[in-house]
Structures are given as structure tokens and as C-alpha cells.
């Protein structure tokens, strides 16, 4: 157990449906991510929050919206997906990025999603 | 870009030690070395991070080089469950974020 938690832990989803993946992190930190892992593919990172504020946008496309409501809480929304979006998302949480000492990042397990 | 370079996979025989290298030659001052891992579909593992010293934890030990520009992660007595992708990443900080880009890892696999 790393103190965070995603649920759910299996999706599957039609490409018009609307769906929510949820991330709660235990571990009193100030910045959470959302990353995304394509078959064979290295971890992308998509989404970085400090302080509930957006800091990073990686270029992801608008069908993936995220919300953080609280430092603790961080939500990736989805709708109008296509099969290549099929993947396994990640959250991840730290206590601070903009640090330039150390700062660890912890994953939760992840959300595997199936488009059809 | 990934700012290491790794082997994309190794074995090792459970009960001996696995050594996984890693070259960042490009590594700035204030950069630091972490490892992660990462089973099967599984979120990635924090194992040991380092900046210039050499490091020991309850996991592994992380041995990096006077100039820094490699480093080498020992488990010192794998088992079955050490099976995984092991990932070396500097992690950059940039104005607002820092981040951790991750590359392909090696994939480790302890056999009997």
C-alpha cells in the first residue's frame, strides 16, 4: 500500500459514453498527477497539480478533463474516448514539485480502461 | 526525453545479487538519481533515490559514480517477486514542476 488509491480499478467504456476516474491520496501531499500507459509504451505524463492549481498540461487532448478539488482528491473525466485511448492510468502524489531538493512521487495502481 | 540509458533486460538466479546499471551522462549538479520498479500492471514502485552518495535502504542499495554519470542498483538478494521493469530517471526541475520521465527500464527476471 503506497497511500494512494484509484478506483476503479477496471473500465470499460463505449466511445460515447461519460465516465470519472478517481484518485485520493492519504499522505497529506500537495501535488498529484495523472499518467497514462499505452501497451509496450513508457509512462506519459499528462496532467501535474501543486496546490490544487493546473502546472502542467502535457499536450492531452481535450476528451480527458481532470479536476482537482482538493490536494487530496484528483479526478480525470472522460468522454467521446477512441479505442487508442485504451490504457492504464496512473495517479501519482508528492509533497512538492517545485523543489529542487528531493521529492518522491507514489503511485496508486492504476485504472485499466478498455474503449470498444 | 528520457535522460538515461539502460539495458532493456537482465536475469538473475533467486538468492544472488542483481546489479541493474545506468548511464546519465548528461545528469546536471542539482539532479537527483531515483529507481522505481513496476510489476505487471501494477503503479510503479519508489525504491531509492541518490544525489552523489551511495544509498542503502530496506530494498536496495544505489551505488553512483564520483562524476555521476552512472549509477548502478543492487538488490543484494533477489527473489522471485524482484521480477519487474526497473526504471532509472533523473528527475529535472523546471520552474513550477519537476518531473519524472520515464524510459523503457530494464525488465528483470529472477529465475529458480
Known amino acids: 500500500e503506497t497511500g494512494v488509491t484509484q478506483t476503479p480499478r477496471h473500465l470499460v467504456m463505449g466511445m460515447t459514453n461519460k465516465k470519472s476516474l478517481k484518485c485520493e491520496q492519504h499522505?497529506?501531499?500537495?501535488?498529484m498527477y495523472w499518467y497514462k500507459q499505452s501497451a509496450k509504451k513508457p509512462l506519459e505524463l499528462m496532467f501535474v497539480?501543486?496546490?490544487?492549481?493546473?502546472?502542467e498540461n502535457n499536450s492531452v487532448p481535450s476528451r480527458f478533463s481532470p479536476e482537482c478539488p482538493n490536494s487530496s482528491h484528483l479526478f480525470l473525466h472522460l468522454h467521446t474516448l477512441q479505442p487508442e485511448d485504451s490504457a492504464l492510468y496512473l495517479c501519482?502524489?508528492?509533497?512538492?514539485?517545485?523543489?529542487?531538493?528531493?521529492?518522491?512521487?507514489?503511485f496508486g495502481p492504476g485504472t485499466r480502461l478498455t474503449v470498444l | 526525453d528520457a535522460k538515461t540509458t539502460q539495458p532493456p533486460s537482465m536475469d538473475c538466479a533467486e538468492g544472488r545479487a542483481a546489479n541493474l546499471p545506468c548511464n546519465h551522462s548528461t545528469i546536471s549538479g542539482n539532479e537527483y538519481v531515483y529507481w522505481y520498479r513496476q510489476i505487471h500492471s501494477q503503479g510503479p514502485q519508489y525504491i531509492i533515490h541518490?544525489?552523489?552518495n551511495n544509498e542503502t535502504n530496506e530494498m536496495a542499495s544505489l551505488i553512483i559514480t564520483e562524476d555521476r554519470k552512472s549509477s548502478t542498483l543492487i538488490l543484494p538478494h533477489a527473489t522471485l517477486r524482484d521480477t519487474a521493469v526497473y526504471y532509472c530517471i533523473v528527475r529535472v526541475v523546471t520552474g513550477t514542476a519537476s518531473k519524472l520521465t520515464f524510459g523503457t527500464g530494464t525488465r528483470l527476471q529472477v529465475t529458480l
Open positions: 497539480y501543486n496546490f490544487k492549481e493546473q502546472t
Open positions: 501519482a502524489s508528492s509533497q512538492d514539485p517545485r523543489g529542487v531538493g528531493t521529492d518522491t512521487q507514489y
Open positions: 499522505l497529506g501531499h500537495n501535488a
Open positions: 541518490g544525489l552523489k
